[in-house]
C-alpha cells in the first residue's frame, strides 16, 4: 500500500508515509472485508459510510502540512483509521462523528491500541467544535455544499481547512488558508466522498 498506493504517487512527506505504516488498517474495516483492507479504495463500514481509500487520506493529511506541534480537528470520525494516523503526526487530535455507534467503535479500538493525544466528540462537526477551538489544522472527511462559516471562526490564524467541497459538478478537494480575517482558497484535486450532514451540511442524516 505505501510503496504502490502512496509513494508510488505523489506522497513525500515522511511522516505521512510512517503512519501509514505503523497503523493497522485491517483493524479499521468490517471483519469480512479484512482481505480487501490494503485495497486501493474505500471500503463501507456500516450505517452507509465508508473508510476512505488510503491515497485520498494520505493526500489530505499531507496537505494539512503536518507537525507534531500543532492541534487538529477532523470532522467525521468514521472507522477512526484516519484519526489514528492524525494521532501520530499531531501533537493532539480532536475527532468529531454525527453517529454514535461509529464514534463509539472508534473510540473503543483507538484506546486499545493506546493512542492518548485523541479527544472524542459525538455531534454536528459541520457546527465544528467551539469548545476546543481554536485548532491550527482542521480536516473535513465528508463532501460539504460550502465551507462551514463556524470553521472559518475555529481555525487559528495561520492555520489550514482541508475540505471536500460539491456546488453540484462533483466533489473538489479545497485547502482554505487562514491570514488575519482573509479565508484563502485553493483547488487541489477531484474526490468523491459521503455528504457532510448537519446544519452546514446537505441536511439531516438519515439511515435506511
Ligand atoms: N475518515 C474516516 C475514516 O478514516 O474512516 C472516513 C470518514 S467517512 C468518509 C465520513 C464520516 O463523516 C462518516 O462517518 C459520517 O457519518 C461523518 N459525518 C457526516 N456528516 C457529519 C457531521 N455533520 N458531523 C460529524 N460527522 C459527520
Redesign the pocket.
Known sequence: MVEYQLKGRDITNSDVLNAFLKVPRHL?VPENLVDEAYGDYPLP?G?G????QPYM?AYMVQALEPDKSLRVLE????????TAILAEIFKEVYT????PE?SQRARDLLEKLNYSNVTFKI????EGLKEFAPYDRILV??SAPDLPPPLEEQIADGGIVVIPINKGFGDILYRFRKKGDEMKGEQLTFCS??P???KY?FGE?RYE
Open positions: 479499521f463500514i450505517f459510510q465508508t473508510i476512505s487520506i470532522i467525521g470520525t468514521g472507522s477512526g483509521y484516519t468529531i462523528e454525527l453517529i461509529l455531534g454536528d462537526g459541520s472527511t465528508a466522498f459521503v457532510l450532514k448537519g451540511g442524516y
